[in-house]
């Protein structure tokens, strides 16, 4: 079973950034794309953006996702969602998951997820 801590979440206005971290672990978690979903009051969890095992393919699965960066640090077990510009309908809470290898938008197939941090994008 895999292990994923989310942080970094906070308040923050419209048109500033914020970076999120997930530190992933578990029996071969080098071999998973990590995948950050979104999730708003009242609506289903969203697909942000992912980044394959290596990190050498990312998807940005929402619009509006030049103004994020993902990578990660498979020497820290670590991936961070650096986020720009941000707007209001970027709040939520925001959670790090993993999967064999490949990336997907789907949340169905993710079976580990940490316990998410809140993002609030608000003036």
């Known amino acids: 079973q895999l292990r994923l801590v989310e942080s970094g979440g906070g308040l923050v206005q419209p048109g500033g950034s914020l970076t999120l971290s997930c530190v992933a672990s578990?029996?071969?978690?080098?071999?998973?794309?990590i995948t950050w979903f979104r999730q708003a009051p009242g609506k289903e969890r969203e697909g942000v953006a992912c980044?394959?095992?290596?990190?050498?393919?990312?998807d940005y699965l929402e619009r509006g996702g030049d103004r994020i960066i993902i990578s990660r640090d498979n020497a820290k077990d670590t991936v961070t969602l650096q986020m720009h510009r941000l707007r209001p309908e970027g709040s939520g809470k925001y959670y790090c998951t993993a999967r064999p290898r490949y990336c997907s938008g789907s949340g169905h197939r993710y079976d580990d997820w940490g316990r998410g941090t809140q993002v609030t994008v608000s003036s």
């Open positions: 578990g029996p071969g978690i080098r071999d998973y794309a």
């Open positions: 980044i394959r095992a290596r990190g050498d393919s990312t």
